[in-house]
């Protein structure tokens, strides 16, 4: 019964590769996100989509890619994968300001 | 200047302790005050919204001033399974704005 799922938990990857993180919720929230925490522990929003529309797109590069499919799924495609992308993925859902996160995804560039 | 500003500790306090994080926002127009907890390489997790009125949970209280944007967790009599660490955080029009985090450690 998990509310916002997120696969693969753990990703390890060599520089270069192309990676997606795939996030489902099933609250029927109409808006998701992605933030990012970093190795300092500083999370930071990266994307968020309202019905499948973008409506943040905060300064990321742009070998990151969000796709909504539908209102219920919010992947993460990213290209040419860096050592600095080495991170904790979370995706998160909301409606009218209750936010419920994944567990997250541990990407590890090498 | 970070949007979000917190103590990141760390904060270690015996069991039973009393214990304060601030936090101060630089976004006036923020509208929406949260602290989340945040467990060892888990997500966060919403510990309780904050209202200008105060408002307390348990031994939890917290405390809005939005003339100094300024906003506080008070743990009373902490337990072992309060160790996390704790983000302040400020929302408008949805999207959430995160502090850095203050971590606490409740030893026994």
């Known amino acids: 019964d998990t509310a916002v799922s997120q696969t693969p938990k753990y990703l390890v990857t060599q520089m270069g590769n192309d990676k997606s993180i795939k996030c489902e919720q099933n609250?029927?929230?109409?808006?998701m996100y992605w933030y990012k925490q970093d190795s300092k522990k500083f999370l930071k929003i990266m994307f968020s989509?309202?019905?499948?529309?973008?409506?943040i797109n905060e300064t990321v590069p742009n070998r990151f890619s969000p796709k909504s499919p539908d209102k219920a799924h919010l992947n993460l495609h990213i290209n040419s994968l860096e050592l600095g992308d080495s991170a904790v993925y979370f995706c998160?859902?909301?409606?009218?300001?209750?936010?419920?996160f994944g567990s997250g995804t541990r990407l590890t560039v090498v | 200047r970070k949007e979000v500003e917190q103590d990141p500790g760390p904060f270690n306090v015996p069991e039973g302790a009393t214990v304060a994080f601030n936090c101060t926002y630089s976004n006036s127009a923020s509208q929406s005050f949260f602290w989340y907890r945040q467990d060892c390489r888990k997500e966060p997790k919403l510990l309780m919204s904050?209202?200008?009125s105060g408002n307390e949970d348990g031994r939890f209280t917290a405390q809005l001033n939005r003339a100094s944007q300024y906003i506080s967790l008070l743990i009373r009599d902490s337990k072992l399974s309060d160790s996390a660490t704790y983000l302040c955080v400020v929302s408008k029009r949805r999207q959430l704005t995160f502090g850095s985090g203050t971590q606490l450690t409740v030893l026994p």
């Open positions: 904050v209202y200008s």
């Open positions: 609250l029927g929230h109409d808006t």
């Open positions: 989509y309202n019905n499948k529309e973008l409506i």
């Open positions: 998160a859902s909301s409606l009218e300001g209750g936010y419920t």
